[in-house]
């Protein structure tokens, strides 16, 4: 019994049990750090990767199709696709329009 007893307070010991906290501590303001602000003035991507070139592409008034840019890029159609749904739209939060011309479906960054 006496060797319980001995064990459980060198437990205690070990790992106090927990403080509650107060209630009172209030949260500090946020303030935005010299690293998050840089980070906001850079650009989202690379400069000169192929998603870059497909991004110029579509800044472009006359704007680009699927073929267009598969062909600039040495893509199939369904990774440019995976560019303009799931980099652009998810990722990097761009917004792209489709337009039905005659060329085809056009792409643009609105």
């Known amino acids: 019994m006496a060797k319980i007893q001995k064990t459980l307070k060198t437990a205690e010991h070990v790992n106090p049990p927990a403080k509650p906290r107060s209630a009172t501590k209030t949260a500090a303001p946020a303030v935005k750090t010299i690293r998050k602000v840089a980070e906001e003035k850079r650009?989202?991507?690379r400069?000169?990767?192929k998603q870059d070139i497909l991004?110029?592409?579509l800044k472009r008034s006359i704007g680009a199709t699927v073929e267009e840019m598969a062909?600039?890029?040495?893509?199939?159609?369904?990774?440019?696709?995976?560019?303009l749904y799931g980099a652009l739209r998810k990722k990097l939060?761009?917004?792209?329009?489709?337009?039905?011309?005659?060329?085809?479906?056009v792409y643009r960054l609105a």
């Open 55 to 57: 991004i110029t592409m």
């Open 71 to 83: 062909g600039a890029v040495g893509w199939q159609k369904h990774s440019v696709y995976g560019l």
């Open 43 to 45: 650009p989202k991507y």
């Open 93 to 105: 939060k761009l917004t792209v329009s489709v337009a039905k011309e005659q060329r085809g479906r």
């Open 47 to 49: 400069q000169g990767t």
